[in-house]
């Protein structure tokens, strides 16, 4: 019996010095509110520019990455896309996997 509430209790502190996970990726509570904040202002870009088709992309912000995909219906409507992601203030990267047809 000792030993089973040892356990928990050692299970217990694991959890509780290590925090809550917000994502997967051990993503913080912080980080995972600032990459939802950048994910909106990419998709409001979108939704704004009369180029892009905001409902047919997708966008994904981890750690300030942002990751496009979808489809586009040219390569000038896939790279205004990008082009719109990175002028996001916060964004450090955007991996464009756009695909145009």
Same mark, same amino acid.
């Given at each position: 019996?000792?030993?089973?509430?040892?356990?928990?209790?050692?299970?217990?502190?694991?959890?509780?010095?290590?925090?809550?996970?917000?994502?997967r990726n051990?993503?913080?509570?912080?980080?995972?509110? @600032? @990459?939802?904040?950048?994910?909106?202002?990419?998709?409001?870009?979108?939704?704004?520019?009369?180029?892009?088709?905001?409902?047919?992309?997708?966008?994904?912000?981890?750690?300030?990455?942002?990751?496009?995909?979808?489809?586009?219906?040219?390569?000038?409507?896939?790279?205004?896309?990008?082009e719109l992601?990175?002028?996001?203030?916060?964004?450090?990267?955007?991996?464009?996997?756009?695909?145009?047809?």
């Open positions: 019996m000792h030993t089973l509430a040892l356990a928990l209790t050692l299970g217990l502190a694991a959890v509780a010095t290590t925090g809550c996970s917000v994502a051990q993503q913080s509570a912080g980080g995972y509110v @600032d @990459d939802a904040a950048i994910t909106t202002k990419v998709k409001s870009s979108f939704a704004t520019d009369p180029t892009v088709s905001a409902m047919a992309i997708k966008v994904e912000t981890l750690n300030g990455e942002v990751l496009l995909s979808g489809f586009a219906k040219s390569e000038a409507e896939r790279n205004q896309a990008a992601a990175r002028n996001i203030a916060g964004v450090k990267l955007v991996r464009n996997a756009i695909a145009v047809r």
